[in-house]
């Protein structure tokens, strides 16, 4: 388990923990004096996520500025961060929630790629009772929990990333459904190197030989990968591996696989890999 698990999951992963769901800890002074929730629940929602990414890009012109890399990724632990999570994490993360969820336009694909909106970003409790009083003009789509599983499933069938968002460490505030080049937690992990920005999962996916048929000759896991990390072994026909320090453990990359050779492992079994978050 990562260390936010250990520090605040009580023999849970941290995002699992039914604590960090409560109104006790939403209403902890840690929560309180972050400002997350008001400025996600708020009218200015925008700016603030925007902003963030407008701040990272200026504060690190160069990759090898290390000083000022620890610096942001500090400060995203205390305030606005994530980790992926395959579908099967998500789906818990929808039963633990308080209520219902509320799906608002994704503004990473609206300010980075230019495109239309699309309702991805998909937020816990507090937010559906915040978004319909504070931004009645937003589109919106409220749901139960199982709305919210069936719109989480149809998310991992196109190939977004699934990450859930702390408001700060260690409360679950909003599972993304985002890909890169456009989500801001993506951007500012694979641009910059930023950790707490968007945290690896905790799994690594692995491919089975004996199952891998290589799909004819152009496997198509390889393009489900956001992240480069399956790539084919040329010498035995095309046929996938995974590299384990490339991987995000998203699991996206199963739906491809007609063979089901594609399996997710608990990080804690690489033992090169179970820190490498």
């Known amino acids: 388990m990562c ?8 023999g849970h ?17 840690r929560v309180q004096q972050a400002r997350i929730i008001e400025f996600l629940g708020g009218n200015y929602k925008m700016e603030f996520e925007i902003g963030a990414a407008t701040i990272i890009d200026s504060l690190i012109p160069d990759l090898h500025d290390h000083h000022n890399l620890e610096i942001v990724s500090t400060k995203v632990e205390t305030m606005h961060g994530g980790q992926v999570v395959p579908l099967e994490d998500a789906l818990k993360i929808i039963d633990l929630c308080n209520g219902k969820t509320i799906i608002v336009p994704c503004y990473c694909r609206r300010h980075f790629g230019g495109l239309e909106d699309v309702m991805t970003c998909m937020f816990l409790h507090p937010i ?54 456009y989500c801001i937690g993506l951007k500012s992990r694979l641009n910059y190197n930023v950790v707490n920005a968007t945290r690896k999962s905790e799994y690594i996916c ?25 790539k084919k072994k040329i010498s ?18 199963r739906v491809a696989c007609r063979q089901g050779a594609l399996k997710l492992i608990d990080r804690s079994e690489f033992p090169a890999f179970k820190d490498d978050y």
């Not at 699934?162 to 909003?174: D, E, G, S």
């Not at 035995?236 to 990359?253: H, I, L, M, R, W």
Request: with cysteine; aromatic share 12%; glycine share 6%.
């Open 206 to 230: 692995v491919a089975d030989d004996s199952k891998c048929d290589a799909c004819g000759g152009e496997p198509k896991c390889i393009s489900r990968c956001q992240f480069g990390a399956i």
């Open 3 to 10: 260390d936010y698990c250990l520090k605040y999951g009580d």
């Open 13 to 29: 992963k941290w995002y699992l923990n039914p604590k960090n769901f409560s109104e006790e800890t939403l209403h902890s002074a």
């Open 128 to 181: 559906p009772e915040m978004v319909p009083k504070n931004r009645p003009y937003e589109k919106y789509i409220i749901l139960d929990k199982e709305e919210a599983k069936k719109k989480l499933r149809e998310f991992d069938k196109i190939g977004y990333v699934h990450t859930v968002f702390w408001a700060p460490v260690p409360v679950p505030i909003v599972i993304c459904n985002c890909e890169y080049p």
């Open 236 to 253: 035995e026909n095309n046929k996938v591996v995974v590299n384990p320090s490339q991987c995000f453990g998203c699991g996206v990359c």
